[in-house]
């Protein structure tokens, strides 16, 4: 699902790579947290992904995609194939709870039928049903994060990355999302959780990447917890082997 292999990305002016031979994969279906202190590529690795930036070398395939293959004028559709969650909701203000899901639809070409049929739906697993006509300004932070869940999840994705979703939440409210990702994640959908949160990974026990000046230098596969420091390892440099039919040379328009 999510494959990254011999990565390597470094910014102009600086010293030493952001992303230093990092090769990793995650499968369909898993829950994993990316964790790693300010500064470990954890920002880069997630902006490879959905091509905010593009690596000096590597290779990197994403639900059977190549990036290699997605010229610039795709890029857009190639995102709409994922789903994203920011931790400052990124939510447009003069529209309502209904109106910031629905755009998210209108712009992936759905038929207003479709749209009037789906977003209820989508309001309702995240708890938000009930305030569909509210605007962003008057709900609390945690229903906010729910509406830009809402949105990223509207379009089915098969991927979603959350960007520190729980940065500026409460305890309670902090469980209530990892819950909602939990949920989001039993049907189906591949999880990226990056997050500076000891607790939920500790409490979740999921697989658990850390990432350290560039490098994985840890990856808890299952039961994993919440590790910043330890000796870099990481694995041989290969060639990928992934079947030929596996790859989209970008058909995303």
Do not use: C, W
Not at 80 to 100: A, H, I, S
């Amino acid at each position: 699902m999510i494959l990254l292999d011999n990565v390597t990305k470094t910014y102009p002016g600086d010293a030493h790579p952001a992303l230093d031979g990092v090769s990793l994969h995650i499968e369909p279906n898993e829950f994993v947290f990316l964790v790693g202190k300010s500064g470990a590529g954890k920002s880069t690795l997630m902006k490879m992904i959905t091509k905010e930036e593009n690596p000096d070398s590597g290779k990197i395939i994403i639900g059977g995609i190549d990036l290699d293959y997605v010229k610039k004028r795709n890029i857009p559709n190639y995102r709409r194939r994922l789903g994203v969650v920011f931790q400052d909701f990124k939510l447009l203000p003069r529209r309502t709870v209904y109106e910031n899901v629905a755009l998210a639809l209108e712009i992936a070409g759905m038929s207003g039928r479709e749209i009037r049929n789906t977003v209820p739906k989508v309001l309702e697993l995240v708890g938000l049903l009930d305030q569909a006509k509210k605007f962003p300004n008057q709900l609390a932070g945690g229903q906010q994060q729910r509406v830009s869940i809402a949105r990223s999840v509207a379009r089915q994705p098969k991927i979603l990355i959350a960007d520190e979703p729980t940065a500026n939440l409460d305890k309670l409210t902090t469980e209530e999302i990892i819950n909602l990702l939990k949920k989001i994640n039993d049907f189906g959908t591949t999880i990226l959780v990056t997050t500076h949160n000891e607790s939920i990974v500790n409490n979740l026990q999921k697989r658990v990447i850390t990432l350290k000046d560039g490098r994985i230098v840890n990856d808890q596969k299952v039961n994993g917890i919440y590790k910043l420091d330890a000796t870099p390892v990481q694995p041989p440099q290969r060639t990928l082997q992934t079947p030929g039919h596996a790859l989209k040379k970008v058909k995303v328009a």
